[in-house]
């Protein structure tokens, strides 16, 4: 069965990088584009960013645009948020997501449990 | 990048239909049929309840529905139960982004 599984959150201070990943198991891992989506506390779901399917495309919500970089490597599966300069604001759940298609639909049929990350100081 | 805009509370009595509505623009919502409904309870993952505006996921009940008319798509749940309670969400593909909507918190009397 298909299961995302995230990790690397924690409690940072601002100004600083953290870097969340996703492993990937039970499907074809290179065929479908990968999304993070947060939650901030008491907040609606807000998209972050996307990478197809050959890791060749990727594009950003504005309010992380210049700071977070998503990534991916297909041969072992898994995809990654590195988060720079981060701020309070940046305080959320994150959660990896899998795009049925192989690019950028929004038809988002599988979620992780998502990574808790705290900017506080 | 705005958020699509959903009324933030409906509630209904068990049996009872419901009706949200996600209100957009001609650069999202209603530039492309790729509009997305998720069921969001506290503690767990958000599910994919309807995709393509229309179409419904294996299993999903067919409670659900969805449609759209211009800029606002709807999302309609019919024969409500205490399960359908929890936070619903929109969203829209736009080009180079997905935008989602504000959420919103489906009741059950």
């Known amino acids: 069965q298909v299961q995302l599984v995230e990790s690397g959150g924690g409690v940072v201070q601002p100004g600083t990088s953290l870097r969340i990943s996703c492993a990937a198991s039970?499907?074809?891992?290179?065929?479908?584009?990968m999304h993070w989506v947060r939650q901030a506390p008491g907040k609606g779901l807000e998209w972050v960013a996307v990478i197809y399917y050959d890791g060749t495309d990727r594009y950003y919500a504005d309010s992380v645009k210049g700071r977070f970089t998503i990534s991916r490597d297909n041969s072992k599966k898994t995809l990654h948020l590195h988060m720079d300069s981060l701020t309070a604001a940046d305080t959320a759940v994150y959660y990896c997501v899998r795009d049925f298609y192989s690019s950028l639909s929004g038809r988002f049929d599988y979620w992780g449990q998502g990574t808790l990350v705290t900017v506080s100081s | 990048q705005s958020a699509l805009t959903q009324p933030p509370s409906v509630s209904g009595s068990p049996g009872q239909s419901v009706t949200i509505s996600c209100t957009g623009t001609?650069?999202?919502?209603?530039?492309?049929?790729?509009v997305s409904w998720y069921q969001h309870s506290a503690g767990k993952a958000p599910k994919l309840i309807i995709y393509e505006v229309d179409r419904r996921p294996s299993g999903v009940p067919d409670r659900f529905s969805g449609s759209k008319s211009g800029n606002t798509a709807s999302l309609s749940v019919s024969g409500l139960q205490a399960e359908d309670e929890a936070t619903y969400y929109c969203?829209?593909?736009?080009?180079?982004?997905?935008?989602f909507g504000t959420g919103t918190t489906v009741t059950v009397l």
């Open positions: 969203t829209s593909y736009a080009s180079t982004n997905i935008v």
């Open positions: 001609s650069s999202d919502v209603g530039g492309y049929d790729y």
């Open positions: 039970g499907f074809t891992f290179s065929d479908h584009g």
